[in-house]
């Protein structure tokens, strides 16, 4: 059973600094064309953006950051840029697992990975054990890549699993069952949902997790978020009423009328 309280049938803890932020990394392809690059150059500035961002969020105190790389929808890109795309997330994991386990970042990477090369699997794998063992004593902060993840996916995955092991209480089966078989059951709900580039849309990512999360559009490219931005992000967050259902006066502690 999770250790974190469910939106819907608890109330969660509010603190200042969002415990969870999970965000859309959006923008990458229309800064290279800014830029007359080609697109993948943008994928390869993107990657600076993470490194920035993981930093900024430890500084921060966040403690839970889940980045949106690759969605089950992308395989629709031309083959040349999903290819691009798959070298640089390997080549990422590669040169930046040492540095991760050393700074107390613990890496998990979620969605469908049968569809990848059995190579970068395993390169998956390696990298979740190595950091794994390296932050056993102190975990700064759980850095989650989505990738060939879909919010849809991830709840029939969950469903199934759920419905092949506990078959004796179907009809029965509450959000408590469930809950241990979604991607991100080792985590909050985010707190603090960021999109940058523009877009006003979830595409496919997070659903179960966001029912009650805070949204934050930004018009700027991924290439261009820093941790300026972030700040400004949480900042935003700070001046939300989060009342999962109550009125506002509940919250104030006012007497009712
Ligand atoms: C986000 O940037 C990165 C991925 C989806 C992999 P995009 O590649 O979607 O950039 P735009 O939206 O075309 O500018
Ligand atoms: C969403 O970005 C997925 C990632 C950032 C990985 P897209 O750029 O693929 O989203 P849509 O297609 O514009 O909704
Ligand atoms: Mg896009």
Redesign the pocket.
Known sequence: MSIFKSATLDLPEVRRIPLHIAII???????ARKRFLP?AA??VK?VETVRKVVRAAIEEGVEYLTLF???SE?WRRPEREVSQ?MALFSSALDKEVAKLGRNGVRLRVIGDLTRFAPELRARIQKAEEQTASATREACRLHLTIAANYGGRWDMLQAMNRLGAERVDAVGQWTEMDLEPYLSMHFAPDPDLFIRT?GEKRISNFLLWQMAYTEFYFTDL??PEFDAQSLKEAIVSYQQRERRFGRTSEQLAGTPAE
């Not at 990394?25 to 800064?31: A, L, S, T």
């Open positions: 990394m959006d923008g990458n392809g229309r800064w697109r943008g994928h993107g790389a690759f969605s992308n795309l580039g490219l991924w």
